[in-house]
């Protein structure tokens, strides 16, 4: 499976499955799919609804299809439904959340893409480009990746945090939702590639972030799974006051 590196904020490099082909298409033909009952029952209704409803009917079924990629991505975090069924989405190489020009930019590009060309565009820029990006994706500093990884989250987090459980870091409380997002995201590459060096240097960083020394026989790893395990304690009984 190809991948692609991209660069966080905090100048850490993680790795990501590109979306094959296969789940693109599939995801497209989902999201028509989703269009086709509302036209069927339009059709039908145009037996018994004036002429003019009916009209107005078609018009806004139009720009519901015309801007679903579009609200889609911005609204549900780069998926649309079909992207989300086929367990794909878009992200920004920048490896921060797309921001809405980067969307508005794909979406406007879809006119090439698989307007003017039927698709072949799109198809040939995504075979030809090692990103797998077509050319809205170029246009817009975007790509196509999987969104689940190959090892499941029990392997790499805590889920449920006992009652009684007693932080170890209690500086974790500072982290930011997003900090801990990188740090799922930089434990999941660990375990689908074994580079060690992502989990060192963001350990590194983690730790002068929140002044905390490294106590004796925990290794990096360890330590961000204590940190995530610290912080959902810590949020979760901070939301149960």
Known sequence: METITV???QNIDIDYEIG???????????DYAIFIP???GGLFLGTTLNGQILEWYFILLYVLFLFYDLLCEVFFNGQSFGKKIMKIRVISLDGARPRFSQYLLRWLFRLVDFGVTGGLAA???AVMTDKGQ???????GTALIRSVPRTTMNNIVYA???????????QAAELSDKDVSLIHEVISNYFKTGN???VFTLAEKIRAHLQIALPPNMNSLLFLQTIIKDYTHISAQADAL
């Not at 077509?134 to 817009?140: F, K, L, S």
């Open 196 to 198: 060690s060096t992502i």
């Open 123 to 125: 198809l040939v820029t």
């Open 20 to 30: 094959g082909l296969g789940e693109r298409t599939l995801g497209k033909i989902i």
């Open 7 to 9: 660069n966080t904020t």
């Open 160 to 170: 449920n945090v006992e009652e009684n459980y007693v932080p170890v870091f209690i």
């Open 38 to 40: 509302f036209v069927i």
């Open 134 to 140: 077509r050319i809205g994706d170029v246009v817009a």
